[in-house]
């Protein structure tokens, strides 16, 4: 987990209690991953008030992304292979080089049997997300 404290510092996940809930998670998708996990990815989102939320936790190996649902509150964790029929970017406020304070970013990814996920990110998460996007998501397009 030290490879990925200064991404969580990054979109302000700073509290023991929120570090300590992300290692746990990180350890069970470790487990159930037959692969190493190489990234993580926290979807945000930026209020009015410039008050950051989180929704979910992602872990990407070279093949799986695990996703822990409301993982402030809960404990839920599930495991798909990465097999993609479509990918959709919406792109706020953001040129894909370097994201701004205003800048937004979903990446919606469809896979085989109708499963839809959608990635958000704010600010410099942006940059992250297009990173993982073009990294882990892109190259398992099904042709």
């Known amino acids: 987990m030290e490879k990925f404290d200064k991404y969580l510092r990054k979109v302000g996940i700073t509290t023991k209690v929120l570090s300590?809930?992300?290692?746990?998670?990180?350890?069970?998708?470790?487990?159930?991953?037959?692969?190493?996990?190489?990234?993580?990815?926290?979807?945000?989102?930026?209020?009015?008030?410039?008050t950051r939320t989180y929704e979910s936790l992602w872990f990407?190996?070279?093949?799986?992304?695990?996703?822990?649902?409301?993982?402030?509150?809960?404990?839920?964790?599930?495991?798909?292979?990465?097999?993609?029929?479509?990918?959709?970017?919406?792109?706020?406020?953001?040129?894909?080089?370097?994201?701004?304070?205003?800048?937004?970013?979903?990446?919606?990814?469809n896979f085989p049997g109708d499963i839809i996920a959608e990635l958000k990110a704010a600010k410099e998460n942006c940059d992250v997300l297009?990173?993982?996007a073009f990294e882990y998501i892109m190259p398992k397009l099904i042709v």
Request: proline share 2%.
């Open 130 to 132: 297009m990173d993982i």
């Open 60 to 109: 990407f190996s070279k093949g799986f992304m695990l996703e822990a649902h409301n993982f402030e509150m809960e404990y839920k964790i599930d495991i798909m292979p990465i097999r993609v029929i479509r990918v959709e970017l919406e792109l706020n406020n953001y040129n894909l080089k370097e994201a701004e304070e205003e800048s937004r970013l979903k990446v919606y990814i």
């Open 20 to 50: 300590d809930r992300v290692q746990f998670l990180y350890d069970v998708a470790s487990k159930m991953c037959p692969e190493e996990i190489e990234q993580i990815f926290i979807v945000d989102n930026v209020k009015r008030d410039n």
